[in-house]
């Protein structure tokens, strides 16, 4: 795929392909690509940030979780539909802390669900949070 400098790769398969997320950092961006006969195909980017998680909706869109770059940083989900990204909702929390990991999945009626670890600066200690959209997903 041509890509030196990157981190936070995840995996995910629907229906027996094979999707990775990651973030490049030579340009910032989160990107996905999807496995294609003998490769893997770059699908557009949700844009800039860092530390995707992945999950698919009910009818096998891809969903992605991840942190936005800028000041202030956000943890956005959005899902793929065509060419183009769409936002679940508002961003699920700001950015205040170091160390943020994420997890992402669907409840059964197909509602996303985030959790996350931020550290906190001040104190050193780990927080983790969690939130459901109440938005069904396509």
Excluded: C
């Amino acid at each position: 795929n041509g890509l030196a400098a990157t981190e936070g790769p995840v995996i995910g398969v629907y229906d027996g392909t094979p999707y990775l997320a990651l973030r490049d950092n030579d340009r910032g961006e989160v990107r996905l690509f999807k496995w294609q006969r003998a490769g893997w195909q770059q699908l557009p980017t949700p844009g800039l940030g860092s530390g995707p998680a992945m999950a698919f909706s009910l009818s096998g869109k891809p969903l992605l979780a991840y942190i936005t770059a800028g000041d202030p940083q956000v943890i956005r989900v959005a899902y793929r539909t065509g060419s183009a990204w769409h936002g679940v909702g508002d961003a699920v929390a700001d950015v205040t802390g170091k160390s943020v990991s994420l997890g992402l999945t669907l409840d059964a009626d197909g509602r996303p669900v985030v959790a996350f670890r931020e550290e906190d600066p001040a104190t050193g200690r780990f927080h983790a949070y969690v939130k459901r959209y109440e938005r069904t997903l396509p």
